[in-house]
Antibody, heavy 121, light 112 residues
């Protein structure tokens, strides 16, 4: 069965970087892309970006553009999201979700369990 | 960005009664393949979102048939025919053709 397993919670200082991983199993890794979605405490869902393991294409939300890099490692079936220059308003649970592998229409059909990233001095 | 507007934002429900959540998209999520990429997700407290409905009206595997989706153009509805206690939590609609992907604000469903 399809599973997305994310790395554990992180606590970071403002200005630091964090890298969250999402290990996929149960399907051919390169056949699907990943979206990353975050949820600040008590808030709704906010899309952060998308990456395709198929061709490496990415799309990022404007409010993290320049601070975020999404990558994949096909040898370990793992997607990564690195966020730099962390601010307090980056504190959120970060989810990976499976999407189509091309930048076309789609939906997140499977989700990881979430990774809490806390940014605090 | 495409704005997804849900209503109501809070929905107290009585078990066994029907409930409906509405979602309006500022632009129609109809793709060039003719499909409408509007999805609904359910999130229980402390859990990841789970997709219930995709392409407006297709139920995901394992989703009870008391859940149904409908709509066209820019207006969409999620209906629960008979609410059960396990249906509490937040419900989100999402459009899947424009970048950035955007979600509705969320509707909190609570048992009266």
């Amino acid at each position: 069965q399809v599973q997305l397993v994310q790395s554990g919670a992180e606590v970071k200082r403002p200005g630091a970087s964090v890298k969250v991983s999402c290990k996929a199993s149960g399907y051919p890794f390169s056949n699907f892309g990943f979206s990353w979605v975050r949820q600040a405490p008590g808030q709704g869902l906010e899309w952060v970006g998308w990456i395709s393991p198929y061709n490496g294409n990415t799309k990022y939300a404007r409010n993290v553009q320049g601070r975020v890099t999404m990558t994949t490692d096909t040898s370990t079936s793992t997607a990564y999201m690195e966020l730099r220059s962390l601010r307090s308003d980056d504190t959120a649970v970060y989810y990976c979700g499976r999407e189509p592998r091309v930048a076309a229409a789609g939906t997140l059909d499977y989700w990881g369990q979430g990774t809490l990233v806390t940014v605090s001095s | 960005d495409v704005v997804m507007t849900q209503s109501p934002l809070y929905l107290p429900v009585t078990p066994g009664q029907p409930a409906s959540i509405f979602c309006r998209s500022s632009q129609s999520p109809v793709f060039s393949d003719g499909n409408t990429y509007l999805s609904w997700f359910h999130q229980r407290p402390g859990q990841s979102p789970r997709r219930l409905i995709y392409k407006v009206s297709n139920r995901d595997s394992g989703v009870p048939d008391r859940f149904s989706g409908s709509g066209s153009g820019t207006d969409f509805t999620l209906k629960i025919s008979r609410v059960e206690a396990e249906d509490v939590g937040f419900y989100y609609c999402m459009q899947g053709i424009y970048w950035p992907r955007t979600f509705g604000q969320g509707t909190k469903v609570e048992i009266k």
